[in-house]
């Protein structure tokens, strides 16, 4: 079954603002992990966060994570035009080195 | 993306024909994936190498059949594939599969169209 579900599936904002995704999962995890994914491209690894963190933080992206919750989410400040792209969250089971990856959001930031 | 590279970028074949991808990775890593992403669905993983052993297989069809030489190269060899296996293959690399899953590096993808 699907372990990782983003929210919303799509998002629209001007530059400048900022942009939060959500990521929901169903089991317990190790780690949860963000990708990028411009177009047609491969998918970049932007950051990792532990089970027992709470929050990360890496330029202008901020994950935090909420385990009783089973969810995560992605902050991106003063976003910008090259951040337009399908952001996925990952997650791992705790009895398996596999991830498994969500639909994705997309996001579009108006010059 | 200069880490993992793939070959070809493009590829259009027909249901008959054989064709393979070629996933190079000079990360120094020991672990690398297939995967498959189509429309709408989420992020397929095919196929798992460790150290050149095939530690997964996901019910992928007998039409893929994957190769990994070394820890750096991986193939997947395709033949008389289906209209509904067009999809953008990914390769990636990781440094292992031993333990929690750490970050995966991705190359950019074979765009894959069989008429």
């Known amino acids: 079954s699907q372990q990782g579900e983003e929210d919303p599936q799509a998002l629209s904002i001007q530059e400048g603002e900022n942009a939060t995704m959500n990521c929901s999962y169903k089991t317990s995890i190790n780690n949860l992990q963000w990708y990028r994914q411009n177009s047609g491209r491969g998918l970049v690894h932007l950051i990792l966060i532990r089970s027992n963190e709470r929050e990360k933080h890496s330029g202008r992206l901020r994950v935090t994570l909420d385990t009783s919750k089973k969810s995560s989410s992605l902050l991106i400040t003063a976003s910008r035009a090259a951040d337009t792209a399908s952001y996925f969250c990952a997650t791992d089971d705790r009895n398996n080195y596999k991830l498994t990856f969500g639909k994705g959001t997309l996001l579009t930031v108006n010059p | 993306e200069t880490g993992v590279t793939q070959t070809p970028r493009h590829l259009v074949m027909g249901m008959t024909n054989k064709k393979s991808l070629k996933c190079e990775q000079h990360?120094?890593?020991?672990?690398m994936y297939w995967y498959k992403q189509s429309a709408k669905k989420p992020l397929e993983l095919m196929f798992v190498?460790?150290?050149?052993?095939?530690?997964e297989n996901n019910s992928v069809p007998s039409r893929f059949s994957p190769e990994c030489p070394n820890s750096s190269h991986l193939f997947l060899h395709l033949h008389t594939l289906q209209p509904e296996d067009s999809a953008l293959y990914l390769c990636?690399?990781?440094?292992?599969?031993?333990?929690?899953?750490?970050?995966?590096?991705f190359g950019p993808g074979t765009r894959l169209l069989v008429l």
């Open positions: 990636a690399s990781s440094q292992d599969v031993a333990g929690p899953p750490g970050a995966q590096y």
């Open positions: 190498y460790s150290l050149e052993e095939r530690v």
């Open positions: 990360l120094g890593h020991n672990a």
